[in-house]
T-cell receptor
Framework: DTAVSQTPKYLVTQMGNDKSIKCEQN?????MYWYKQDSKKFLKIMFS???????INETVPNRFSPKSPDKAHLNLHINSLELGDSAVYFC????????????FGSGTRLTVV | GQSLEQPSEVTAVEGAIVQINCTYQ??????LSWYQQHDGGAPTFLSY????GLEETGRFSSFLSRSDSYGYLLLQELQMKDSASYFC??????????FGGGTRLMVKP
């Protein structure tokens, strides 16, 4: 019944590795997002994607790339991980025109060592 | 650019009323939302204001003044479970949310 599910919940990896976080939504929403929440709890948009358009926050390093096999999935791939990438990453989805907000996944806590 | 300002921390007692303010500067404003996040949890949607005025949902109300670029979240009859972080967020073109830094609410007995 989970609306927005992301895996894994925890990810510990070494600097320089490449990793992916998966996200799936079963709400029929048309737009999906990735947010990064840092240690001070600041939520920063990374990507917004629907079946027509990818919007990238220009401050996101190009080591980060979203991959969407279909409109129910938006995975996040990260190359050459750095210590500063350690954070909680949230996937979210929404329906264009609806006013009930985003639905967030439970988050992936990434720790780079 | 866009910026949102909200207090970093608010403390109140159980049963009281608390107001969390949010001021914003943005281009292409569509609406102001509020989200609640408990420690270790995901942000959850509370309310959305596209027009000026007050929206009420149970113990929570949210207010927007577009001319003042200002809104607030009002929590009544505070309960211990309301202890959490509260984020205001603006919706701009492309339906993207930009969040404020969050207000940590501590409810004391």
């Amino acid at each position: 019944d989970t609306a927005v599910s992301q895996t894994p919940k925890y990810l510990v990896t070494q600097m320089g590795n490449d990793k992916s976080i998966k996200c799936e939504q079963n709400l029929g929403h048309d737009t999906m997002y990735w947010y990064k929440q840092d240690s001070k709890k600041f939520l920063k948009i990374m990507f917004s994607y629907n079946n027509k358009e990818l919007i990238i926050n220009e401050t996101v390093p190009n080591r980060f790339s979203p991959k969407s096999p279909d409109k129910a999935h938006l995975n996040l791939h990260i190359n050459s991980l750095e210590l500063g990438d350690s954070a909680v990453y949230f996937c979210a989805s929404s329906l264009t025109g609806a006013n009930y907000g985003y639905t967030f996944g439970s988050g992936t806590r990434l720790t780079v060592v | 650019g866009q910026s949102l300002e909200q207090p970093s921390e608010v403390t109140a007692v159980e049963g009281a009323i608390v107001q969390i303010n949010c001021t914003y500067q943005t281009s292409g404003f569509y609406g102001l939302s509020w989200y609640q996040q408990h420690d270790g949890g995901a942000p959850t949607f509370l309310s959305y204001n596209a027009l000026d005025g007050l929206e009420e949902t149970g113990r929570f109300s949210s207010f927007l003044s577009r001319s003042d670029s200002y809104g607030y979240l009002l929590l009544q009859e505070l309960q211990m479970k309301d202890s959490a972080s509260y984020f205001c967020a603006v919706t701009n073109a492309g339906n993207m949310l930009t969040f404020g830094g969050g207000t940590r609410l501590m409810v004391k007995p």
